[in-house]
């Protein structure tokens, strides 16, 4: 996604919201969150364990395209997008 593309309101409501004081991984390196390899991700993943605000996080990024959000990688944001869809698709056919 171009920078220009970015909504700078919802950019920084995101920054500056209460559960991030609480996070973590404040102080941390942060590109442990955005590594380049899976074995860099270790530490990261570790810490978001331990996390109280991972929820939060969670719900927060599970969207970006990019990172460790909730202690979830891209790939495992993806899948609990792909499971929440379905979800809503059996509940809107009633068959929940
Ligand atoms: S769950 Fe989110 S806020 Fe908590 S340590 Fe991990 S990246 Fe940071």
């Known amino acids: 996604m171009p920078d220009d593309d970015y909504d700078l309101p919802k950019l920084l409501a995101d920054i500056t919201a209460p559960w991030r004081q609480q996070a973590a991984c404040r102080g941390k390196p942060t590109w442990w969150w955005y590594p380049t390899r899976d074995e860099h991700a270790t530490a990261a993943i570790a810490i978001c364990r331990?996390?109280?605000?991972?929820?939060?996080?969670?719900?927060?990024?599970?969207?970006?395209?990019?990172?460790?959000?909730?202690?979830?990688?891209?790939?495992?944001?993806?899948?609990?997008?792909?499971?929440?869809?379905?979800?809503?698709?059996?509940?809107?056919?009633?068959l929940t």
């Open 50 to 94: 331990t996390c109280p605000v991972r929820s939060d996080c969670l719900t927060a990024g599970l969207d970006e395209a990019h990172g460790h959000w909730g202690g979830e990688s891209e790939r495992g944001r993806r899948r609990i997008r792909q499971i929440r869809s379905i979800r809503a698709q059996r509940a809107a056919r009633g």
